[in-house]
């Protein structure tokens, strides 16, 4: 099978991609357990079906592959508005993301409903959002607006209005991301549009995007389950298998939750 070919950001960069301090090589291990990820950054629907791809391996040792420094990079916040799921699940998935990116749709449309239907809703799993905008000005309208959605708890209504079929093709200029917002029930839309051009958004998204490119990410989607990095928008199966196979490593270590309920003591998507 021939190589996938890796899209390249239309934006370049910010120059401050430090390495997080968690030593040169478990950087360079999660760079090589694919955060240089293939197809996975391409901006639209042209590139490729991934479902062709090769699969990242998810060993059935549920140590292997797992670095507990980028575990510790869950936030576990029960007041987080970008995340869903008990502050206290076993598993954490995060995911950093770009709403112009067509794989990052393809994850949110066909495999995440399905993770949290299954694991979201019965305790197991929380999925924390990180924005991770790398094609430009309109990525970056797209992540403050989604920030300033969630303050006013309507962060995954707008995440599922902006990545709904066609949306991306649509742009996300800032009137583009105001009808966004409308589409998301976000009701007070001159607080959003004042929200959106906030320090306090712009600190957020970099934020995230610093965390994102300090661990070694360059493209999106990219994902971390409970330290285990996955890239691109992999097969369902890839998921669950990363998903149980934290899990079970939780319940071993003693940090099994038990009874975990229906997941209603945190944000739900």
Known sequence: MPTPKKSTPKKSTPGSRKPLAYGAAIVVAAGLLGFASYRATAPDDTAPDTSSAPAAEVSADPNEG????????????????????????????????DFKCGYCGKFARDTEPELIEKYVKDGTLRIEWRNFPIFGEESENAARGAWAAGQQDRFWEFHSAAYAEGAKEKGFGKDRVKALAEEA???????????????????????????????????????????????????????????EAAAEQAKAAGKDTGDAGDGSGDSDK
């Open 66 to 97: 797992v670095y507990p420094e980028l575990a510790k990079l869950a936030r576990r916040d029960a007041d987080d508005k970008l995340a869903t799921g008990r502050a206290d699940a076993p598993v954490v998935l995060i995911e950093y993301a």
């Open 185 to 243: 029930g976000v009701k007070d839309l001159g607080r959003f549009m004042k929200d959106l051009d906030g320090k306090p958004a712009r600190d957020a998204v970099a934020k995230d995007q610093e965390q994102a490119y300090g661990i070694g990410a360059t493209s999106t989607p990219s994902f971390l389950i409970n330290g285990r990095p996955i890239a691109g928008a992999q097969p369902d199966e890839t998921f669950t298998q990363a998903i």
